[in-house]
């Protein structure tokens, strides 16, 4: 069966179909059976793609962008000032936070004036972006490369403080992270940004 020509076509190319006729062989699908038994018994012999976790481990990429972590300063006190930028640049409004203003009996925990007394990241929603540690000025939040674990419920996902916040005896090695220009600046004190 042939197709004239379609003269309205935007290409003004023609196609001609044609209705060859199936062998006995194509009509019983005894060749496709038999190609995709083939390709099935190829990958028994194939390199295993499985890995045996929690024993075995897949490598990450150096720059792989884990759970977050809220850094502290040299002398262990919270970069976080609640400016809210980490929240206003996140694509998926997984951060929030609450400011509260430092008192007088908090000078060793706090580093600037204004703090974040609640700050949580959903980790339902995360979508591990990296645009909340590009935001910060203060260099507060960081994302590690550690896996963030499954859990049963979703309230358990929503990371407040106290698993954010690194502790003071733990600290976390984001080096990684940061280009040698950064370290290298950030060994200058003379610069307010690094006291």
């Known amino acids: 069966m042939t197709v004239k020509p ?13 209705n060859k006729k199936m062998t006995f ?8 059976i038999f190609g995709g038994f083939a390709i099935t018994i190829s990958h028994f012999f194939g390199k295993k793609a499985t890995i045996q976790y ?13 759970k977050h972590v809220l850094k502290r300063d040299d002398e262990g006190r919270e970069r976080c ?3 809210g930028l980490c929240a206003l640049s996140c694509p998926a409004e997984a951060i929030t936070m609450i400011a509260a203003e ?22 339902l929603r995360c979508i ?5 540690e590009e935001a910060c000025p203060k260099e507060a939040i960081f994302l590690t490369n550690e896996i ?13 403080k106290d698993v ?3 502790p003071v005896d733990k600290r976390v090695d984001i080096s990684h992270r940061q280009t040698p220009e950064v370290l290298e600046f950030k060994k200058d004190k003379t610069q307010t940004h690094n006291l």
Request: with cysteine; charged share 30%.
């Open 54 to 66: 929690p024993e075995e481990t897949r490598s990450r990429s150096e720059i792989y962008r884990g």
């Open 102 to 123: 430092r008192t007088d009996d908090e000078l060793n925990l706090y580093r600037e004036e204004k703090y974040a007394s609640i700050y949580e990241i959903n980790m």
């Open 25 to 32: 062989a194509e009509k019983i699908y005894l060749p496709a």
């Open 128 to 132: 591990f972006c990296g645009l909340c």
């Open 148 to 160: 963030v674990p499954s859990d049963y419920h979703r309230g358990d996902l929503i990371y407040g």
């Open 81 to 83: 000032t609640a400016c």
């Open 164 to 166: 954010l916040v690194e």
């Open 6 to 18: 379609n003269t309205s076509s935007l290409s003004g190319r023609s196609k001609i179909v044609s």
